[in-house]
C-alpha cells in the first residue's frame, strides 16, 4: 500500500518546535515536555529567537534555518505575527508536515482568514500538509509524539490503546481524551484539526482508518467542508470494518445558534447529517460519554455484534425490566427464550423466572456458578448476538468473585463472535483482567444497552450502505420547468407517473380536453410568474361536466389577471380528478455540502407538524427507496390501515428511485424539487403537483456537490 | 406534628433479629453485622432456634417470647415456613413494627399469596406495620439502623446525607445504593417495600416528606396498588418542597412484557404514570443514572432553579454549541445575553463570542480570575435560573485551580438563588470543597444539563399541581346511553356542545325533521346494538334535499336490518351536516389505579400514527385543560395554520372541562366515553359522534379509583 498523504504528519522522523519555551508549564514549553516525559525517540530541535543555547536540556536554534540537520516535520507554536515567517522557513528547510498550533486565524477576523489562506497557499504549493492553524495538535500515541500544549496531558499521561479521536475543536478533544483516560482508555492517535485550513477531520479518518494501531475512530464536528471526501471516508472505515462514532453539534435551533457564531464554521442542515452518517455505516453519539462507551464496548469486544437480538440474565426482576425498556427503545430485540433453554434454567434454577430477560431470583446465589451457567444455557440455546448479565456489586469483592469470573472468561472463549457484556460494580482490576477477555463491564444498564444498541446498528448499516457512483457529467438543459406544465413533462420524461392531462388555451379547448379524459376534472392556471396557485384562487375541483370547465377556464384566467396583472399567463392546464388514494409528498433539497437529497414524507399537516420526513442521498437503489419508506410512519397509511386497502408500494418506491436518478443526473442544474401531492394509489402512482427550482446560474459548477 | 405512622419502622428503641446467624457473611448474621459496625444504639436481641446462648457476641434467644425485655421491632429473616410463627411471636411480644425480609411468598406462588395474606391479616388485625415480606429492609442511616442483608453494605458504609430511596425492588435499591456510595452519596433513610402487603413505596414517600434528614427522595416502581396514595404522597412532597425523582420500569412493550413475568405485579398504563408523575410534581427519571445525577444536584444545590433560563460559560464552543444542543432538546432556554452583559464580556475578553454560550476562549486563561469574572458579569446582568461554566479538567489540578475556586465560592455565595454548575474533570477533594458550598460538578456536559432541565421542570410543575378533590359520592344512574343519540343527550346535560339534531322513526318525520334544521344534514342509523355504525353503512352525508332525506331514512333501516337481523332499531338520527372546523378527539379512560384520565388528541390517523395524545386526571381546571391542549401537537392547527382560521380553542377547553367534570362525578358508573370526532369551529365546538361504555354491574364501588 503506497504511504498515506497524512503519515508524515502523524510518524516525524525529526521535529522542530518553533516557539519552543525552556518553561515546561507554558505553551511552547509543554510539547517538548511531553514528549520528553513519554520517551518519543526522534530526534526534537527546540527553536526560539531567544538565542538560548538549550531549551529543557536539548540544543536550541534561533531559526529553523539554523538546525544543522534534516528537518522532517515543524510543530509551530509562536505568537501569530511570526507565523508565516515559521511557515517560510520550515518549508524552505525541506518539512513535509508542518502543524500550527497557533490561534488568531480565520476564527477571529478577515486578516486572520487572509493570513490562514496565505499560509496555507505556501504549504500547498510546497506539497507540504499543514495542520491547523488553531489546531491544539495530535498525539501518535504509541510513539510517544505527543505534539500537543494541551492541559490535559498534566498527569494523565496517554496511555496506548485501539481508540482513534479526530475532532475539529481542540477543547472537545481535550475533553473526551480527559474523560477517556480516566476511564483507563487507551488511544491510538489523536488530532485536532482546528481550522482545517489544509488537513480536515474527514482526511484523518481516511487516515485513521489504515492505521494499524486504530481499530474504532471517534469523531467530532461542527461543520464539514467537503461532504464527499467525509462521504468517501466513512464508507472506508465501514468497508474495512472500523466503526465510526461521530459527534456533529449544532444539532437544535439552540445550538445551531449558537454554531453560527462560532468559528467562522457554517453548520450544515441537521438531519442530512443524519442521514449521510447513517448511510455511510457510522454511528453518531449524542453525548462524550455515549460516544467513549460505545468505543469501550467495541475496543474490549473486538467486533460488532452478530445482530441486534440481544438476552438479558439477571438477579433483579427491576432491572431486567429496565434493560428490556431500554432495549426496546434503542431497536434492538430480546427473543423469547427457547424451550429448551427454558427447561435447563428450570433444571438450574427452579424459582427463575425462565423468559427474557431471564430472572435468575436471589435463589442464584445458592447454586454453585449459578451465574456462568445461566448465562452458558442462553449462549448455547439461543443465537443472541449479545447478552447482558446484571450482577449487581459482585465485582467490588473479587475474592468472591473470582469463580465466576473464571468460568465467565471460559463462556467468552466457547462464543467468540458474541458480546458478553457485565453490568455491575467492581473493582478496577476485575474491570480490567475480564476487559482483557473481551468481556466488557458497565455500571449503569441503561448505558450498557445503549452502547450495544449502536454496535448493532452500526453492523445493520454496513448492510445497506450508499456507495455513490462517479459524478454525473454536466447535463444538457432541462428546458422550461417554470410551471407546473413544464415541471411535469419533465418528471414524465425522466419515468415519473404524471397523468394525462392537457394545457388549453381557450375555454372550448379545456371543455374538449376534459371530455376526452372523463369528469371529473380539475383546473389550474399555468403561470411562470405563479408559483403559489391557491394563493391567487388558481385551482378549481371537482369540475363535472363541459359547461363547468368551461366556465372554469374563463373564472382562472379572470382572478390570475385580478391578482397578478403582470403575470404571464400560459393557459389553464385540465386533468383528471382522482378519488382515492394517499398523499405523501417526495421532493429534492440539494445540500450544499452533500449534494442531491431525496426527500420523502406524509402528504398534508404530518409533514410539518410531526416532522414525518425522511432524507436518503441521491440516487437511491430500489433497496435503499424500500428502507426510505420504512422510516416515515406515514407509509403505515399504504399497508391495510384500519382496514382499508393495501396501496402501491412498488409504484412509490420506483417513482423516488427514478425522481433520485434524475436528480442526481442533474445535479448541475437543480435547486429543489417538490412532489406536493404524490398520490399513492391502489395501482400505481401519480405527481399531482411539482415544483422544480433551478439553481442561479453561476453557481452551477459539474455534475456533484460542489467540492 | 404527630407521629408518622410509619416512625416505629424506620426509629425502632429495640429489635428483635429473628433468624441471627452467628455467621457475620450470612443472610441472617449481615444484618447484626452492619449494625454493629455502624454503631446502632439502641438494643438488638439475636433470636435463634439454635439455643446459641450468644450471636456475635451478643446474648441470644430462642424464641421473640423469651427476650427478658420489652421489643420494639421485629427484622424477621428465617425460612419461609417459620414466617408465620415469628410474626405471631412478635406481635404477641407487643412490637410495633416487622420486616419480614424472607422471600416464598406471593412472587412465588399461590400458597405464598395465602400464607402473605395471612401474616399481613395478623400486623392489621394487631395495628403492627408490616414491611415486605421479600424485602430486602430498611436503613435509617443517621442512627446507623442498617437492617438489610444486602452484600451492596459490604465495604460500602452508609453515608449520611439529605438523599432518600424508596423502592419496591431490592435488588434495584442495592444497585442505586451502590452506585451513589461509589459516588460519594450520603443517604437519609433507604426502604425496600418488597411484595408490599402493608407498607407501599407511597407511603414511603409521604413518610419520607416529613423526615427531616430528607431534601430529595428516590423513588421506584415496578407497579401501583393505590393511585391515590401516591398522588397524595407525591402531592404532598411538591408542597412541602422536596423533590420526587422516579423511576416506573416497564415502559415499552418489551418492558411490559418482561413485567407480566415479575413479581405478580400488573404494570399499568404507561403514559397515565407519566402523566400522573407530572401533575403531581414528581420528575420520571429512565435510568438508575440520571435519577442519582438529579438528586445530586438538588442535595448539592439545596434548591430548585428559579427558572428554565440558563446560561453557559464555555473556554471551547464546541462544548458551548453541545449543552446548548442539550438544552433545547430538555426544554430549557438560552435567552440572549443581554448588551450591558455582552459589552462588558469583551472588555474583559475581546476575542470571545459574547453570547449566550459565552465562549471566552483560550483567551480566558491568559486573564486573572477570567472564569469567575465572566460568570459574575453573566449572573449580574441576567435573571438566568442556572449557569453552567466548563472548566475542562482544571479540576484535576488543585494547586492551579485553587484561586478560580475561591472567587467561585464567593460569587456563589452572592448568588445563593441561583444553580451554579461546572461542568469539569476534578479530583474528589476538588468536587467535594465545591459542593460544600452548594456548586454542583458534573463530569459530562450532556449530564449536567439533563439533571438542571428536570429540576427546572419539577419548579414548573409545582405550579400546576393537580389537586384531586373529595371522591365524589355516588352517582344516580346516568340512563340509556347504548346508543349515540343517549350518550350525545347525557353529554349535552353535561353540558357539552352537540349539535340540535333529532330521532327519526319514519322516513316522512326524518325529511320534515332536516327541514328543521337546514340542509345539507347526515342521517345516522340508531340502535344500542351497533356501535359502529360504518360497519353496516349506517351513515349517510351530504343528503341536500327532503326527498334523499327520506330515501336514506329507509336505506339505512334496510342497510341495518341485512346486516344484523336481531339489532334492535331505535330509528334513524337526522342532524345538520357541518363544513369546516378542525376535527379532534376527546375521551375518558378509566385508569385501574388511577380513575378517570381525560383524553384529548388529534383527529384522524395523527393520533394512533404520531401518538398525538395527551392525558391528564379528571376533573380539569381551566388552566389545567389549556396545558392540556399545549401537549398535543395538532392543536397547532387551531392557531392560524397556514395562513388558515384561528378556531375556538376556549369552547374546546371548556367541553374538556365539562367532560373531565362529569367523568369525575360518575366515576362510579362509567367505564370509557369517546367523542370522535370533536369539530372545533371557528365559533364553538361540535361533539360529532359519542361512546359511552358503562363498567360492568358489580364492579362500581364509590366514586372514585378502587383502592
Not at 271 to 283: L, N
Not at 526 to 551: F, Y
Not at 571 to 581: H, S
Not at 586 to 606: L, N, Q
Request: aromatic fraction near 4%.
Amino acid at each position: 500500500m503506497a504511504m498515506h498523504p497524512l503519515h508524515p504528519l502523524f510518524h516525524p522522523t525529526s521535529v522542530a518546535l518553533v516557539g519552543a519555551s525552556s518553561d515546561p508549564e507554558r505553551i511552547g514549553g509543554r510539547p517538548l515536555r511531553f514528549m520528553r516525559e513519554g520517551g518519543f525517540e526522534a530526534p526534537v530541535y527546540p527553536v526560539n529567537r531567544s538565542q538560548a543555547e538549550t531549551i529543557q536540556g536539548l540544543p536550541a536554534y534561533a531559526r529553523v534555518r539554523d538546525i544543522p540537520h534534516p528537518v522532517d516535520h515543524a510543530v509551530i507554536c509562536v505568537p501569530v505575527a511570526g507565523v508565516e515567517e515559521a511557515v517560510r522557513d520550515s518549508i524552505a528547510k525541506g518539512v513535509r508536515a508542518i502543524q500550527v498550533l497557533t490561534a488568531g486565524f480565520a476564527e477571529v477576523d478577515a486578516a486572520g482568514r487572509a493570513l490562514q489562506e496565505r499560509i496555507a497557499g505556501l504549504c500547498r504549493d510546497a506539497g507540504v500538509r499543514m495542520l491547523g492553524p488553531n489546531s491544539l495538535g495530535l498525539l501518535n500515541v504509541p510513539t510517544r509524539f505527543f505534539a500537543t500544549f494541551s492541559t490535559a496531558l498534566n498527569g494523565l499521561q496517554p496511555r496506548p490503546g485501539p481508540i482513534a479521536l479526530a475532532t475539529q475543536s481542540g477543547a472537545f478533544g481535550s475533553a473526551a481524551y480527559a474523560a477517556a483516560s480516566l476511564r483507563g482508555l487507551g488511544f491510538s492517535k489523536i488530532v485536532a484539526t482546528g481550522n482545517e485550513a489544509d488537513v480536515d477531520v474527514a482526511e484523518c479518518i481516511d487516515y485513521l482508518v489504515d492505521d494499524a494501531d486504530t481499530r474504532v475512530i471517534c469523531a467530532a464536528l461542527e461543520s464539514c467542508r467537503d461532504g464527499a471526501c467525509l462521504r468517501a471516508a466513512l464508507l472506508k472505515a465501514a468497508r474495512a470494518g472500523k466503526p465510526v462514532v461521530i459527534m456533529k453539534v449544532g444539532r437544535t435551533a439552540l445550538g445551531a445558534a449558537a454554531a453560527s457564531t462560532h468559528t467562522g464554521s457554517l453548520a450544515g442542515d441537521d438531519a442530512v447529517y443524519d442521514t449521510v452518517f447513517a448511510e455511510c455505516g457510522a454511528w453518531r453519539a449524542g453525548s462524550i460519554e455515549e460516544m467513549l462507551d460505545i468505543a469501550y464496548l467495541y475496543a474490549t469486544a473486538g467486533r460488532l455484534p452478530p445482530n441486534a437480538d440481544v438476552g438479558v440474565v439477571t438477579g433483579s426482576g427491576g432491572i431486567g425490566i429496565l434493560m428490556a425498556d431500554d432495549a426496546g427503545e434503542r431497536g434492538l430485540d430480546l427473543p423469547p427464550l427457547p424451550d429448551a433453554a427454558r427447561t435447563a434454567a428450570l433444571e438450574l434454577l427452579p424459582f427463575a423466572v425462565a423468559s427474557n430477560p431471564l430472572d435468575m431470583t436471589a435463589q442464584v446465589t445458592a447454586v454453585p456458578q449459578g451465574v456462568p451457567r445461566t448465562l452458558a444455557l442462553m449462549l448455547d440455546h439461543t443465537g443472541y448476538g449479545s447478552v447482558f448479565a446484571y450482577l449487581a456489586h459482585v465485582g467490588l469483592s473479587p475474592e468472591r468473585f473470582a469463580a465466576t469470573q473464571a468460568e465467565l472468561v471460559a463462556l467468552r472463549r466457547r462464543h467468540p463472535e458474541r458480546l458478553m457484556v457485565l453490568v455491575m460494580l467492581s473493582r478496577p482490576e476485575v474491570s480490567a483482567a475480564l476487559q482483557a477477555e473481551g468481556i466488557a463491564v458497565f455500571e449503569d444498564p441503561s448505558r450498557a444497552v445503549q452502547a450495544v444498541a449502536a454496535l448493532a446498528r452500526i453492523q445493520q448499516r454496513r448492510g445497506m450502505l450508499h456507495l455513490p457512483p462517479p459524478p454525473a457529467p454536466a447535463s444538457a438543459p432541462l428546458g422550461d420547468v417554470a410551471t407546473e406544465d413544464g415541471a411535469k413533462r419533465v418528471l414524465a420524461g425522466a419515468g415519473l407517473p404524471v397523468l394525462p392531462e392537457r394545457i388549453c388555451r381557450s375555454a372550448a379547448e379545456a371543455a374538449e380536453a376534459a371530455a376526452g379524459m372523463g369528469f371529473p376534472v380539475v383546473a389550474k392556471i399555468v403561470s411562470p410568474d405563479i408559483v403559489h396557485k391557491t394563493e391567487v384562487g388558481g385551482v378549481l375541483l371537482h369540475l363535472s361536466d363541459g359547461p363547468a370547465v368551461a366556465a372554469a377556464f374563463d373564472t382562472l384566467m379572470q382572478r390570475a389577471r385580478a391578482a397578478r396583472p403582470d403575470a404571464r399567463l400560459d393557459g389553464v392546464l385540465v386533468a383528471p380528478m382522482l378519488r382515492g388514494g394517499v398523499e405523501m409528498i417526495a421532493g429534492i433539497h440539494r445540500d450544499p455540502t452533500f449534494g442531491p437529497m431525496v426527500m420523502f414524507g406524509s402528504g398534508g399537516t404530518a409533514v410539518e407538524l410531526f416532522k414525518d420526513v425522511a432524507f436518503a442521498s441521491a440516487p437511491l437503489t430500489p433497496e435503499r427507496a424500500r428502507a426510505l419508506l420504512e422510516r416515515v410512519r406515514s407509509t403505515q397509511l399504504l399497508r391495510g390501515w384500519r382496514g382499508g386497502p393495501h396501496y402501491d408500494e412498488a409504484a412509490l418506491a420506483d417513482a423516488l428511485c427514478r425522481l433520485s436518478e434524475f436528480a442526481f443526473a442533474h445535479a448541475d442544474q437543480i435547486e429543489s424539487i417538490d412532489i406536493n401531492p404524490l398520490v399513492v394509489r391502489t395501482e400505481g402512482a401519480a405527481c399531482l403537483d411539482a415544483v422544480i427550482a433551478l439553481r442561479p446560474h453561476g453557481t452551477q459548477e459539474g455534475g456533484h456537490a460542489v467540492h
